[in-house]
Structures are given as structure tokens and as C-alpha cells.
């Protein structure tokens, strides 16, 4: 069974940083495109980055230059490094299985991450 | 970038109603267009892929038809459970989600 389970969310001051971690069972890592998505308190879903199973990552816009989407393969788990947060960053972060570059076809649970003074 | 918009952005219906949310791409997308739903504190599911294909394990009251630049989804009889926020998502270049249809009870 597929299951993605995020961790390291939590309340940071503006300028500051954190490390998302989402761990996967059931599937492997390295093998599959994995993505973070983010959702805004009451907001929609925003895509936020992408690693290849091949390595290759991309960024929004919005976020690009201050995270880092990374994997560890033995440990089979996705990263999200994000640094310079500003309060526009405040949301549920979920981690998600990707079919190739497509559709998200599993989701984690999701992570808050609060920037605030 | 593609910009995504859907319409309505609520929708009110009762069990029963066929249901129907559009959704429009900034530029056309050919056939790669998705649906999701979304519960309340819950992650979103994905439903439809390549605007017209049912995700296995969900209901056949669900359909998707469209291509280019407009897009729909159908829920032919709306059941309880249905009650939800659905997004539309681009992946021609990159992601881009719609701003959802919250479909709620009238």
C-alpha cells in the first residue's frame, strides 16, 4: 500500500527556516517523480516543486531560489528545504506521487507551516 | 505561465442533480487536463486524467470531457458524498491548479 507521511512543519519567524521531510512505504522514491504541493489557509493548491525520478528539479516561481526540493534514496523519503520564508509561505505543504510529469495520483496527509512574528 | 479558471466557484444542488464545473485554460492545453476532489481537512483525490479518462476505483457518475482551452466535469446524480471542493490542473507545462468549485449542499 502507498502511504506518504510529511513531517517538520511548525511556526517559524520570517526570514527564518525549515526542512520538510516526507516518508514513503510501498513505492520507491528515486523511481518516481515526486512533488510538494502547498495549500494557503482557505485557499486553493499551488504546485510547488518537482524532482524526476532522473534527478531533474523544477521550482514555482513564487518559491524559486529560496527552496530546495531534494531525496534521500536509502531512507526512501522526499525533502523540501526552505529557507528566507516570508509570511505568503503560511500553508498545508503535502508531498504527492506523481504519475511521470502529470497528475498527482497519491497524496500525503500535509504539514502546516505558519510564518509568523 | 497557464493561468486556470473555473466556474462557478460555489455551487449549491441537492442529492440527485447533475452537476456540471467548468473549467478554462489561458492557453489550450490539448488533452492534459486533470480533476481532483477535496474534503475538509483532507487531502485532495485525484478523479479524471487526460480530461476524458475515470482514475481507477472512482464512481462512473463522474465524467470529464473537453480539450484545448475548455474542459468539464460532470457529475451525472450527485450523491452525499460528493459534497466537496473540485480543481481542475494543467500539466501541459508544468502544474497549474484552478481556483476550485466548492459544490454544496442547497
Known amino acids: 500500500e502507498v502511504q506518504l507521511v510529511e513531517s517538520g512543519g511548525g511556526l517559524v519567524q520570517p526570514g527564518g527556516s525549515l526542512r520538510l521531510s516526507c516518508a514513503a512505504s510501498?513505492?520507491?522514491?528515486?523511481?518516481?517523480?515526486m512533488s510538494w504541493v502547498r495549500q494557503a489557509p482557505g485557499k486553493g493548491l499551488e504546485w510547488v516543486s518537482v524532482?524526476?525520478?532522473?534527478?531533474?528539479?523544477y521550482y514555482a516561481d513564487s518559491v524559486k531560489g529560496r527552496f530546495t526540493i531534494s531525496r534521500h534514496n536509502s531512507k526512501n523519503t522526499l525533502y523540501l528545504q526552505m529557507n528566507s520564508l516570508r509570511a505568503e509561505d503560511t500553508a498545508v505543504y503535502y508531498c504527492?506521487?506523481?504519475?511521470?510529469?502529470?497528475?498527482?495520483?497519491?497524496w500525503g496527509q500535509g504539514t502546516l507551516v505558519t510564518v509568523s512574528s | 505561465d497557464i493561468q486556470m479558471t473555473q466556474s462557478p466557484s460555489t455551487l449549491s444542488a441537492s442529492v440527485g442533480d447533475r452537476v456540471t464545473i467548468t473549467c478554462r485554460a489561458s492557453?489550450?492545453?490539448?488533452?492534459?487536463l486533470a480533476w481532483y476532489q477535496q474534503k475538509p481537512g483532507k487531502a485532495p483525490k485525484l478523479l479524471i486524467y487526460k480530461a476524458s479518462s475515470l482514475e481507477s476505483g472512482v464512481p462512473s457518475r463522474f465524467s470529464g470531457s473537453g480539450s484545448g482551452t475548455e474542459f468539464t466535469l460532470t457529475i451525472s446524480s450527485l450523491q452525499p458524498d460528493d459534497f466537496a471542493t473540485y480543481y481542475c490542473q494543467q500539466y501541459n507545462s508544468y502544474f497549474t491548479f484552478g481556483p476550485g468549485t466548492k459544490v454544496d449542499i442547497k
Open positions: 510501498g513505492f520507491t522514491v528515486s523511481s518516481n517523480y
Open positions: 504527492a506521487r506523481m504519475e511521470m510529469a502529470t497528475t498527482f495520483d497519491y
Open positions: 492557453q489550450s492545453i490539448s488533452s492534459w
Open positions: 524532482i524526476y525520478s532522473g534527478g531533474s528539479t
